[in-house]
């Protein structure tokens, strides 16, 4: 078993990970380990590679190449032993549509031998008032907090959660971050998955991003934020045509101009932000008579870093 | 909605024993769900307790298709019987578990402690109550309606082989189907086998009223071949069970072997 450089054995060890489907690689050579004990969030777009990952992790994929190890265990070859020491949670739930949710932490408590009280755990979760509802008429978010009780039934050594928060209300994701913290307090190793900053912002100890299969940074949130540039952004009173825009482009000497969700907003990509740039920025505009509408040169924060690590619009909620 | 203390992971020495339960009673806990989603699915409960039922009494009553010189219940009974291992261990069984593979239930079990033969285990087991419950119910019908009783050359252990035989061979039919086809697909090629079996299986027809290449086929398929056995076993036919019971061991090795092999669980 490994060592990290604390002297804690890791929980989570991934070595060169490579996963093709039909060719393309979907992981392309991803190395981390997670320290036992913390929070390790894998953040990324939709397609990063994030859930291929995991389910490799949970044993239900084999690498093309490179090595995996869960508690020193490879996950595809270690069996019922190594299942009652990981507690996962998947993105499309995996329960019969006609059990309830009460009748299906019981039936899988008895998959432990000392599992939590079911009962305990939907009261935690905020799912006893719907215990003996069938499981296809539940909400979507209450779907997901059944997976994570289901998650947490074995008093896991490890949990992988697969975007724990998705199609949670803003409540629900508030009180799950919570208890995903008080698990990590209580010593379970906790991995997990998102494609949502305020997840890695409010819980993660430690964070990778990957995007197109690689990770492209890796850190607690305020290291990470630390690496990203200040950038400008900008409204313009109408919208750029193409002329204009390669235009603008030259002027700025490098860097491009890049839609910034709405028509006549845009960013500077490739540039750090810096006084010249911002009067040549103004000066070009003020040559045509373009009124700049809005103009704001933005701080270092973990989503302009992302934001220029992976190409994506952040979703917030 | 937190309470840390109760999160603690079970104690932290090491090397760890894991907390897995033993796999007989993970098995047996996983049975008893199955047994009790049958019980709630109403179109199950159709084709494994109605439809048998009511094709046993109203051909017992209405003897159009069955040979003028045995008693209607001495061929239906054991017709019936195998329609009934055919209804449990091929469409009941095919059908629950196609749609556990595509809702990723047979997916989320695989993560858990309970292991992957004893999910198999437990969903062969749940078929053997179920036909058990099926045959308790409809040899007393026939007890009750129509004063049935075992022929004289009857031998039970031939029975005993053609239900195991029987089951082993349908529920391996299932299981490839359940493993390798579309749930829809499986639904669909479920209920057409079945009706496929019920005129050709030699369940309310005999095989030998079948034209000759109907009925050529009709003997070596696993449905007649179970009705037949039973035939013999129950005393309402004479002859060698043999060929019979090979042909069901055959299609059981055929099929589990294939079931074995291309299962995908998700």
Redesign the interface.
């Known amino acids: 078993m490994t060592a990290t450089a604390g002297g804690m054995p890791a929980a989570v060890r991934v070595s060169g990970l490579r996963k093709r489907y039909g060719g393309r690689p979907v992981v392309d050579g991803l190395t981390f380990s997670v320290a036992a004990g913390v929070i390790f969030a894998i953040l990324g777009p939709n397609g990063a590679g994030k859930t291929t990952t995991v389910e490799i992790l949970e044993g239900y994929r084999r690498p093309d190449e490179g090595e995996v190890r869960v508690l020193g265990l490879d996950p595809a070859r270690a069996g019922a032993e190594l299942r009652g020491r990981v507690g996962l949670m998947l993105q499309d739930g995996g329960i019969y549509p006609q059990a309830r949710p009460r009748e299906i932490l019981r039936l899988y408590a008895r998959f432990y031998r000392d599992p939590r009280d079911p009962d305990a755990l939907l009261e935690q979760v905020g799912l006893a008032d719907v215990a003996a509802t069938r499981y296809k008429v539940l909400s979507g978010g209450q779907k997901q907090r059944l997976g994570l009780a289901l998650a947490l039934l074995g008093r896991p050594e490890v949990a992988i959660l697969d975007e724990p928060t998705a199609g949670m209300d803003p409540a629900a994701k508030a009180a799950t971050r919570e208890m995903i913290g008080a698990l990590r307090n209580a010593g379970t190793t906790v991995l997990l998955t998102t494609h949502e900053l305020a997840d890695v912002e409010r819980m993660a100890d430690r964070i990778a991003i990957i995007d197109r299969g690689r990770i492209v940074a890796a850190g607690s949130a305020s290291e990470l934020a630390a690496g990203a540039a200040p950038r400008i952004r900008f409204q313009l009173e109408r919208a750029l045509d193409d002329p204009d825009r390669s235009g603008l482009t030259a002027a700025l000497g490098a860097g491009s101009i890049r839609d910034d969700g709405a028509p006549g907003r845009y960013l500077v990509d490739g540039l750090d932000s810096s006084p010249a740039l911002l009067a040549t920025l103004a000066g070009w505009c003020a040559a045509r008579g373009l009124l700049i509408a809005e103009l704001r040169t933005t701080g270092a924060t973990l989503e302009e870093r992302y934001l220029a690590l992976t190409g994506d619009e952040a979703q917030h909620d | 909605?937190?309470?840390?203390?109760?999160?603690?992971?079970?104690t932290?020495a090491s090397p760890?024993p894991?907390?897995?339960?033993p796999?007989l009673?993970?098995t047996v806990?996983?049975l008893g769900?199955e047994l009790?989603?049958t019980a709630?699915?109403g179109e199950n409960l159709f084709v494994i307790v109605v439809l048998p039922l009511v094709l046993l009494v109203f051909f017992s009553l209405v003897p159009a298709l069955t040979p003028n010189t045995a008693r209607p219940i001495d061929f239906l009974l054991p017709g019936i019987l195998a329609l009934a291992v055919i209804s449990t261990s091929l469409v009941n069984l095919s059908i629950a578990t196609a749609f556990?593979r595509s809702?990723?239930?047979?997916?989320?079990?695989?993560?858990?402690?309970?292991?992957r033969a004893g999910l198999i285990a437990a969903k062969i087991g749940a078929v053997l109550v179920v036909e058990v419950l099926q045959v308790a119910l409809l040899v007393g019908v026939a007890v009750a309606l129509f004063g049935w009783r075992p022929g004289a050359g009857g031998n039970p252990a031939v029975d005993l082989a053609a239900f195991l035989l029987g089951t082993l061979a349908f529920a391996g039919l299932g299981l490839l189907m359940a493993g390798t086809l579309r749930a829809e697909g499986t639904l669909a090629a479920a209920n057409g086998l079945f009706l496929i079996f019920l005129l050709l299986g030699g369940v309310i027809l005999p095989v030998n009223h079948l034209p000759g290449f109907l009925a050529d086929l009709a003997r070596v398929l696993p449905a007649s071949a179970l009705s037949d056995a039973y035939r013999i076993g129950l005393g309402s036919a004479s002859g060698d069970p043999l060929p019979s019971l090979l042909i069901l061991a055959a299609w059981g090795a055929l099929t589990s072997l294939l079931a074995t092999r291309l299962f995908r669980w998700?």
């Not at chain 2, 909605?1 to 079970?10: K, N, Q, Y």
């Not at chain 2, 809702?103 to 292991?115: A, D, W």
Request: charged share 25%.
């Open positions: 909605m937190t309470e840390p203390a109760s999160l603690r992971p079970v932290s760890r894991g907390n897995a339960a796999a009673s993970s806990a996983q769900m009790r989603l709630r699915r556990e809702y990723g239930v047979l997916k989320r079990l695989g993560g858990s402690p309970l292991p998700e």
